[in-house]
């Protein structure tokens, strides 16, 4: 079974203070893997798709890195308005039509 | 694009009656998602369909649940009867075509069954 997990659960950041949140799997065959910001009260926002192993996206701030069995997101000089939940998912199911989504990872920026 | 639609976005409602929540896509996406948000499950697919055909309902925890797309703008998801165990924030999220892993999330409905 295709199963995600994020760490840590929460993380604080000062302003300026740059880190990484971890996104492990386990996927017969990884097709695709995917990074969603989540802002309370609302809905998941698609962020990165990565597919292949070496693979990097960014934007501004972030950047999404891939191997063999984990994803990173990196958050560089952090701002609070980076504070959100982060989701990781992964491509599923019979037709790769389902996303498995991981726990997150609560990130709060402070000024 | 006014994005995902989702209505009500606030539902309180007692054990045993009936609830329906409903969802407009984004025009031209092919496929529709239904998922529910708990702290201690995460989130969690529901039922997904293509071109208004249901593809796969594995995740429909009971038979008390049951979802429609009679057309390519309009799904609901129906819980009857509810139970309090269903209280939960319930996402609808839709995709364009050939676009894997890129799903368009609603604000949400949420439900608080009493």
């Known amino acids: 079974e295709d199963q995600v997990t994020q760490s840590p659960e929460a993380l604080r950041l000062q302003e300026g203070e740059s880190s990484s949140l971890n996104c492990s799997y386990t996927?017969?065959?990884?097709?695709?893997l995917f990074w969603y910001r989540q802002d309370p009260g609302k809905g998941p926002e698609f962020l990165f798709t990565?597919?292949?192993a070496g693979e990097e996206k960014e934007k501004e701030r972030l950047k999404a890195t891939l191997t063999k069995k984990e994803s990173f997101l990196h958050i560089t000089a952090p701002k609070p308005e980076d504070s959100a939940t982060y989701l990781c998912?992964?491509?599923?199911?019979?037709?790769?039509?389902?996303?498995?989504f991981g726990a997150g990872t609560i990130l709060r920026v402070k000024s | 694009d006014a994005g995902v639609i989702q209505s009500p976005r606030h539902e309180v409602t007692e054990m045993g009656q009936e609830v329906t929540l409903r969802c407009k896509p984004i025009?031209?996406?092919?496929?529709l998602f239904w998922y529910r948000q708990t702290m201690m499950r995460g989130l969690e697919l529901l039922i997904y369909?293509?071109?208004?055909?249901?593809?796969?309902d594995s995740g429909m925890p009971e038979d008390r649940f049951s979802a429609k797309m009679p057309n390519a703008s309009f799904s609901t998801l129906k819980i009857q009867p509810s139970e309090p165990r269903d209280s939960a924030v319930y996402f609808c999220?839709?995709?364009?075509?050939?676009?894997?892993?890129?799903?368009?999330f609603g604000p949400g409905t949420r439900l608080l069954v009493l």
């Open positions: 999220a839709s995709r364009p075509p050939g676009r894997v892993g890129t799903q368009y």
């Open positions: 996927v017969s065959g990884l097709r695709g």
């Open positions: 990565l597919y292949s």
């Open positions: 998912a992964v491509q599923a199911g019979e037709y790769g039509n389902k996303l498995v």
């Open positions: 025009s031209g996406h092919d496929y």
């Open positions: 369909f293509n071109n208004n055909v249901p593809i796969d």
